[in-house]
């Protein structure tokens, strides 16, 4: 039997008796493609439906999002562009108060044709045990987010 507080568990993927978490959200929109993968790698619309930003969709580009100071968070986001693989795969880092924090997570879109338009996954992953509060915070923003990036698809020719 495997002990987690000695890391031995098999489903540990880092530092032992940690066991990240990972927020996956999935839809269906009813569009295809080459539609949503604008929306995910231009700036100008990212900007309309996330947050404010200097994303440039280049493999090692470091940017950032920009959004409203809030208690306990600047408002600022640090990226980089870890990969590209236009139009069905995007992945950048994602962290907040600095490296010192500990607050740092991969993002990975997903899209992938199906019946009707295109799948979009999005998984947010590396979520400490202690991390409860930045996982539902993110839960919250994700949602919000995608129903922004409903109402801009919505609007794109």
Request: glycine share 12%; charged share 20%.
């Amino acid at each position: 039997m495997s002990n987690p507080a000695d890391g031995s568990n098999a489903a540990e993927r880092s530092k032992p008796a940690e066991s990240p978490r990972t927020l996956v959200i999935e839809r269906v929109f009813p569009h295809p493609p080459e539609k949503l993968w604008r929306a995910l790698t231009e700036s100008p619309l990212l900007a309309q439906w996330m947050m404010n930003n200097d994303f440039e969709p280049v493999v090692g580009r470091k940017f950032q999002f920009r959004a409203d100071p809030m208690p306990n968070w600047n408002g600022v986001v640090d990226c980089e562009v870890l990969s590209i693989d236009p139009p069905q795969r995007l992945s950048y880092n994602w962290g907040v108060g600095g490296s010192e924090s500990g607050l740092q997570w991969v993002v990975l879109w997903t899209l992938t044709p199906a019946e009707g338009g295109t799948h979009v996954r999005m998984e947010q992953s590396g979520f400490g045990p202690d991390q409860q509060q930045a996982y539902g915070g993110a839960k919250y923003g994700w949602q919000k987010f995608f129903g922004g990036l409903e109402r801009v698809l919505g609007g794109l020719e």
